[in-house]
RNA sequence: UGGGGCGUCGCCAAGCGGUAAGGCACGGGGUUUUGAUCCCCGCAUGCGCAGGUUCGAAUCCUGCCGCCCCAGCCA
């Protein structure tokens, strides 16, 4: 039996989850395709910012990279100024960054301006297309429906040379916007509404943000793209399922440009000191990340902005890659979310509680353990002198000892947090209550005596005896109780501003408008509450985006914009599972 | 009624003709000075449905059914 599995040597990297397309890749790998090269690219409109849809995208792209010892660009699909705006790019660079990935070529589509009017001038040249004057109206009317075909424009058969002069006129501006398109000589029959002579070209007279004014023509999405994967040597084009049907109109035009085989068309680059081998890309299709109890599309993300109902683009609650660094998630646990999710060709929701796994798991092998209360309610122990004061050695982590320790102060008055006792305790409470006991985490066995109340019967205070026998590190502190609480010194505490976030939407798909309700009807009210708390003071020295765990509340993170070591801000990231809560 | 995709556990997802991985969720138990973590155990005689081929089918064939995408001079 020698071919049994071999299980992985101690040490060995990880195994990679496998999925089609790296199965692809692997597949052009071994039968020599580009030479065994892989480059993939990441290819964001700058029109808003970047999303956890994106997230998947750009570990998939860099991944793969990463992987085959490929490379893979960040290339700014930037051929629509009417929509596109600098001050997206900057955010998208620093958010690729952030999630961990650094590219080997930063390009925009605008580079490749100059190349892609050679090509459109070839395409005219072979007959491959033609200047239409049709409005976009009657653009519309020609194109026919999803059931019945098209007809040709009564402009497609113009020659070539009067084509060549239109299209340079077009560019030299002579026309109104919308005035003339050039259009790919296709098939107006064709079941595939995207081979309907599809426009490749638009006037619109508008500055561009790289290109300035040197341009009133902009190629069109499909033509752009293709070319631009060729240009930059691509590989493997990867992106979203809604393009499959647009794969024909992608190969249609490589297949006539043939910029592999025709080095004038990319000319223009090279002079402009570009680097550039044409390769023959694939395009090959996955489904969108989806997740429950939010929305992701870039129109409702604007939206939530611009109507304020959440705090900006960074909201903690939002699903951008800014709102989530904000929220205190890891890039870490976000790449392996997205790993363990997989990529497939289904379209799916993923529920997040994946995501908050993947988020726990990664904090809780190096956040720092750190006392804090959110709702306080004083317990005095009674039995300690009024000037009892005593500095505790806490360890930051239960099982991590490289994170080593801290001092926490301990004297005659904590707060506890106040859902820690009961007058009354339902069945199976293991915390405080009137005549009960409890360990105070690292301190000892308190018993509460006494009750004090306020006129109108709510609880001031507790008085309580500690234990002195079961103090940490006595013989006596293994006697077993059955809670455990959390406190900080009410003399030594500071205190914070803490931000409690939940999911933003109460419905898991809050996208589904069959209902007659939309995505703002299932606002979850509760989404964000805001508490002044009490801290240890080892808190007061969180940097900024540091993320902690409270023990027993979660994990928080110093807000990266609002704190200060004078007015701490702590975010809540994700709560602790509790299985107690649940039953 | 056109074209392109997709259907495996509640949610993701392996599987590539040899008898259903894994994660999340859920349930049960153990350890625990966080009701956390960690560790066990359980969780699809079944792969959209119906036929067929085969010694053998989630994998191959045929026919249905369901869901998603496409009629921007957006990407």
């Excluded at 955010?91 to 925009?108: C, M, P, Q």
């Excluded at 402009?155 to 084509?163: A, I």
């Excluded at 002069?165 to 919308?178: I, K, P, Q, T, Y």
Aim: hydrophobic fraction near 35%; aromatic fraction near 8%; glycine fraction near 6%.
């Amino acid at each position: 039996m020698t071919d049994a599995v071999v299980p992985t040597p101690p040490g060995a990297s990880p195994p990679v989850a496998n999925n089609f397309i790296r199965q692809i890749v692997v597949n052009d790998r071994a039968a020599g395709k580009h030479g065994g090269r892989v480059a993939t690219r990441f290819p964001p409109e700058p029109n808003g910012y970047l999303h956890l849809g994106h997230a998947k995208s750009i570990c998939l792209n860099f991944g793969i990279a990463r992987e085959f010892s490929g490379t893979c660009a960040l290339r700014f699909d930037d051929t629509n100024p009417a929509r596109e705006d600098v001050e997206y790019v900057e955010a998208i660079k620093s958010d690729v960054r952030w999630l961990g990935f650094e590219w080997n070529e930063l390009r925009h589509t605008s580079d490749y301006f100059e190349a892609l009017y050679l090509c459109a001038e070839k395409l005219v040249h072979d007959g491959k297309a033609f200047v239409c004057d049709l409005s976009a109206d009657a653009v519309r009317a020609y194109r026919g429906t999803l059931t019945e075909p098209g007809r040709n424009s009564p402009y497609r058969d113009r020659s070539v040379e009067e084509n060549l002069d239109l299209f340079r006129r077009m560019r030299a501006g002579e026309f109104a916007d919308g005035a003339r398109t050039l259009r790919a000589k296709i098939d107006m029959a064709s079941g595939n509404i995207n081979m309907r002579d599809p426009a490749i070209y638009r006037i619109r007279k508008l500055s561009h943000q790289n290109t300035g004014d040197t341009w009133c023509i902009y190629p069109m999405y499909d033509y752009a793209h293709c070319v631009s994967d060729a240009v930059e040597g691509i590989t493997h084009s990867l992106c979203t399922l809604e393009f499959e049907d647009h794969r024909p109109l992608y190969d249609w035009c490589l297949d006539q440009l043939d910029l592999p085989g025709d080095a004038a068309l990319t000319e223009p680059l090279r002079r402009a000191g570009l680097r550039c081998t044409p390769s023959r890309p694939q395009q090959i299709e996955f489904s969108r990340g989806n997740l429950d109890y939010t929305v992701m599309s870039k129109r409702k993300l604007m939206a939530l902005v611009s109507d304020h109902l959440v705090d900006g683009w960074d909201d903690p609650r939002m699903p951008t890659l800014a709102g989530v660094r904000r929220r205190g998630f890891p890039p870490a646990a976000i790449r392996a979310f997205w790993e363990r999710v997989g990529v497939t060709k289904q379209n799916s929701v993923i529920a997040c509680s994946v995501l908050e796994a993947s988020v726990r798991e990664d904090l809780d092998a190096r956040a720092p353990r750190r006392m804090a209360v959110l709702d306080p309610i004083k317990l005095v122990i009674t039995n300690l002198d009024a000037a009892h004061d005593e500095t505790l050695a806490f360890a930051n982590h239960p099982k991590n000892a490289e994170l080593g320790t801290r001092n926490v102060p301990f004297s005659r008055g904590v707060w506890i947090e106040r859902d820690d006792f009961a007058e009354v305790p339902p069945k199976g409470f293991h915390r405080l209550l009137p005549g009960g006991e409890v360990r105070l985490r690292g301190v000892g066995i308190v018993r509460c005596n006494n009750t004090i109340k306020n006129d109108d019967g709510s609880i001031r205070e507790l008085h309580g005896t500690l234990d002195p026998e079961t103090r940490h590190g006595m013989p006596g502190a293994d006697r077993k109780v059955k809670g455990t609480i959390h406190w900080v010194s009410a003399k030594h505490a500071i205190a914070a501003e803490v931000r409690l976030y939940d999911r933003l939407f109460s419905v898991p798909n809050p996208d589904d408008d069959s209902d007659g309700k939309t995505y703002a009807d299932h606002l979850n009210p509760h989404s964000k509450r805001v508490v002044t708390a009490w801290l240890e003071p080892a808190l007061a020295d969180t940097r900024a985006e540091e993320n902690v765990q409270f023990e027993r509340l979660g994990y928080f993170v110093a807000d990266r914009h609002d704190h200060t070591r004078g007015k701490p801000v702590f975010n809540r990231s994700v709560t602790l599972r509790d299985s107690w809560a649940k039953g």
